[in-house]
């Protein structure tokens, strides 16, 4: 995808955050239908096109309900104020490109902006403009409505594309997403405005135009409604029902759940060009379409009738209301759109809510009530009016009508804490504040910088910390092109290095687990791509605090390292006060200060409740820097688009921890203390409500000793233990305890783990009160013990809570060793090459399992659960067959036995082997690997035959 914005207004003071292809949709595309309605009138449900029709009347409904959508139809009332400045500014805006048009003859261009024969995006640019036009032309109370010179220059230069640009056969040249999606979409719009004024020959052709450059639906993603989009739209336009059909089911595609690869996930993460986190660009690019195709299409003869649409209203709660902070969309999923300087996260928000309001018209009650709360909350503190002065006529109606609506109330603060493993981010919502962090793995990239877009995101995805207050401006308002791009908070870097673009890490542990809906615990395992610096780095987010934990940090780059603590936008006058340990620092600009023996911290905010306190446990040498920082987005975004060059100034106060040069296992601890005051981080400070159980590279861990809830991350696949846990794996864990239960949340960072987690607590339990299907309780005393499958959970948490009052339930009957372990059931942990699964009836379990090998060091790993520690003889019932190998198995790593020869001449069709003798020191799930050490001369490949895997008893054992 190529995607930009659309400014709507006379300047460019802001674009509404939307890309192109929402906002030549529809601008950010309308909740209801040209219904009249008063300025605080009640919110009601929106008229819907009837089904029974005919055809040539069901089109004309839906075209001139999509132009309501762009337009705002022609009842409502212009003397509102808000109404009537969105009304200047759509005038403004089009009097700009008619004024700037070229209207001579012999025209080889219609702006200077947007010459033909190399930079596509011109097409699209033209027809943003001339869309520009024509939505002043069609706006009621616009002071352009129906303007004949205006009508005539706008279809002469429809036309005059048509001939020379755009048209059926031409030369599609450079970037195909300006011809198959931003171009059309634009032109779209424009015919749905002035349809009437144009005589069918010019539908055809324009339509035609369309068809050609976009024929199908093909691609995935946002992508894929883009296309959509255009060829219900243009199907709409022609009378031509199959194009309608076709955008329509091109949806489908779109709503499933998916587990890799672009997409929502289950979790509400969303993912673009497979490594990236889009929520808030290509996802809400795609809501918006969606939404709007659904409304739009709603009670028609091409009514979205999926079952699978249902997960459209799922998404509103998990992927999109906890990235919306009072409004704002978090940046850190936004990916590289955030180097647009027109599209900060104010504006960016905007086309989510409209989307949540849009699909608030077609939702179930409960869910049309719930989402009109919520974007009634987000709209009462939308104080410069960012939604109202941005978005179609008909939105401003309908958010002035909810705010007036006494019958809905404004949502609560969302308090939250949520782990988007599918994306590597992490949301902790509390009342005051909000907290955000970026993070990235060998699943998903640290920041992506394509089309000349986000040239400085190089530690974004580093462990990047996002504080969110009441100063609201705080991540737009100029941040990106003048933060230290060197330093971001929350990141340990090595000093003024970048990271290469496009590119993952070789590391697989970050995550973390969430409890009670409210606390958490999250990691990272970092290693930036070409260097040798590394480190576990962990965050445990509590009521009012979130601890700050490195441990291992190590380097041999011979380049200093830090942690940055914060790096915090000021005031314009850049003056915010700055105490360190309770004493006043210079407010100047220019102010630097290496500090020891720092205890305490406090930043005064810009605006009321915005204070950050600052706790360093044991005390640490702070240095601090009071900035001014001067640059341009175009040093971000050098995108024809996006290429502004205007200098911005802003102050900022950043605080670091520094690790040194070539460090080895350097450690760094803090506390953030969102909305204290000076003397609240003082007395916090005295009297912590935190303990650091163990800050090392093996395992983090922090309790909250009022809450009693305590956050561990394991970073070893070796029997570890902290706060009163042993976990065998690797493990991100959270326990909340009272005096009558204790809850456990347990997940497997890596998503690699195909077996199991066993955890123990060294403390009894008198019986279960509620678990997740994945969970065994392997006993309650004198110590509670655990398993949970892990296998395909793709980072999710699983919980169980246990009762430690009442009767004492007996012990569950100890888990016995599964006589055989089906191949075809065996969680595989890692292969070379592929398997294959054959009916047969000869075979234990009425299947065989075939591993594809084909060379030396081929290999099948399986991950094995052993319920009994104990010394076992490892065995295997292998089937006949003329291609298989010679194999050596190993546990964990360490060979078994000696090589086993697969092949054999005999008729028996099934032979039994056995490998040798290994002790397994404790229970739990093992790795046991089958690699290719040669073949039989008489073989004719290196294949295997499985049926089943034996662990039987060693002799004496």
Known sequence: MFGTSMVFGTSMRRATGWTVALAMITGGLVLHSSDARAESAPVAALETAPRTVTTATEFDGLRQKYATMLSGGQTFDGSDPDIAARVASITASGQQYWDSMKKNADRNRLWDDSPFGN????????????????????????????????????????????????????????????????????????????????????????????????????????????????????????????????????????????????????????????????????????????????????????????????????????????FIYN?????????????????????????????????????????????????????????????????????????????????????????TNRQFTGMDRTVHLRPGYGFGISMASSRIGGYEAINSENAKGWHTGNGMTFLYNNDLSQFHDGFWPTVDSYRLPGTTVLKNTTQPANSRTDKSWVGGASILDRYGVTGMDLHPVGRTLEGKKSWFMFDDEIVALGAGITSTDGIGTETIVENRKLNTAGDNALSINGAARPSTLGWTETAAGVNTAHLAGSVPGSDIGYYFPGGATVKGLREQRTGNWKQLNSSSEWANTTPITRNFLSLAVDQGTNPTNAAYSYVLLPGKTNAQVSGYAAAPDISILENSASVQAVRENDLNVTGINFWKDESTSAGGVTSDKKASVMLSSTADSVELSVADPTQKNAGHIYLSLDSAATGLISKDPEVTVLQYTPTIELKINVNNARGKDFNVKFSLGGAQQPNPAPIAVPSVYEAETLPVSSLSDSVSLYNDTNASGGKKLGVNNNAVGDYIEFSVDVPQAGTYDIGA??????????????????????????????TAAQKDLTFGAYTFPAPGSYLVRLTTTGKNSSASGYKLMLDYLTLVPAPGS
């Not at 409604?225 to 955008?247: K, P, T």
């Open 327 to 415: 409004g704002n969309l978090m940046d850190m999923v936004r990916g590289r759109e955030v180097s647009r300087f027109g599209a900060q996260d104010d504006a960016a928000a905007v086309s989510v809510l409209a989307s949540i309001t849009r699909l608030s018209e077609i939702a179930p009650a409960a869910d049309a009530a719930a989402f009109r709360s919520m974007v009634k909350a987000w709209l009462s503190v939308d104080a410069d009016k960012t939604f109202l002065s941005t978005v179609p006529v008909d939105l401003i109606v309908f958010a002035k009508g909810l705010l007036g609506d006494a019958s809905v109330p404004v949502r609560d603060e969302l308090v």
């Open 877 to 906: 019932r292998a089937f006949k067959s003329g291609g298989t190998g010679i194999s050596q198995l190993s546990v964990n790593g360490t060979n078994t036995g000696s090589p086993q020869d697969f092949f054999w001449n005999t």
């Open 119 to 322: 930079d596509s995006a011109s097409a699209t640019r033209t027809y943003q403009h001339l869309r520009d036009m024509a939505l002043a032309y069609a706006t009621q109370g616009s002071a352009l409505q129906g303007n004949a010179q205006l009508r005539a220059d706008l279809i002469g230069a429809l036309d005059w594309m048509n001939a020379n640009v755009y048209y059926n056969g031409a030369t599609l040249y450079q970037n195909w997403w300006h011809w198959q999606i931003g171009a059309p979409l634009a032109l779209n719009d424009i015919v749905a405005l002035i349809y009437s004024d144009l005589t069918s020959t010019q539908v055809s052709n324009y339509m035609a135009a369309i068809s050609y450059a976009q024929p199908t639906v093909a691609m995935t993603g946002a992508n894929r409604l883009w296309e959509s989009q255009v060829i219900a739209i243009s199907g709409i336009n022609a009378q031509d029902a199959a194009r309608v059909a076709a955008g329509r089911d091109g949806l489908s595609a779109l709503f499933p759940y998916v587990t890799t690869g672009d997409g929502f996930y289950a979790d509400g993460s969303f993912v673009q060009h497979n490594f990236y986190a889009y929520n808030g660009g290509y996802g809400a690019s795609l809501l918006s379409g969606i939404a709007d195709l659904m409304y739009l299409l709603d009670g028609s003869t091409w009514d979205v009738v999926d079952p699978n649409s249902a997960h459209v209203i799922e998404w509103v709660y998990d992927a999109y209301e906890p």
